[in-house]
């Protein structure tokens, strides 16, 4: 079974930083895809980023240049540089992992990003 580590997140002021790490483990096939969704009030859960195992990268629209993500040091892991951030990024960050072998989904607990004016 895939468990999903995560961590980061917390509060921070419009336009500061904040950097997510999720490092997965447990599966017995190859990661396809992992990366960061979030789920923000009154809204439904959105991509934020994922880089497959080819290293292609997906950002969602309302990132705009301003989140990065890349490889951590760790095999199946990731990093999410969150930087100006917005009032409108305030929710909760959920690390995803998929493997394709298994058509299966995985999903963290969450960490809470909240940005004040």
């Known amino acids: 079974q895939v468990q999903l580590v995560e961590s980061g997140g917390g509060s921070v002021q419009v336009g500061g930083s904040l950097r997510l790490s999720c490092a997965a483990s447990?599966?017995?096939?190859?990661?396809?895809?992992i990366g960061w969704y979030r789920q923000t009030p009154g809204s439904e859960r959105e991509l934020v980023a994922h880089i497959t195992q080819l290293g292609s990268i997906d950002y969602g629209d309302f990132v705009k240049g301003r989140f990065t993500i890349s490889r951590g040091d760790a095999k199946d892991s990731v990093v999410l540089q969150m930087d100006y951030l917005q009032v409108e990024d305030t929710g909760r960050y959920l690390c995803y992992a998929y493997v394709a072998r298994r058509r299966d989904e995985h999903w963290g607990q969450g960490v809470q990003v909240t940005v004040s004016s």
């Open positions: 447990g599966s017995d096939f190859e990661i396809n895809v």
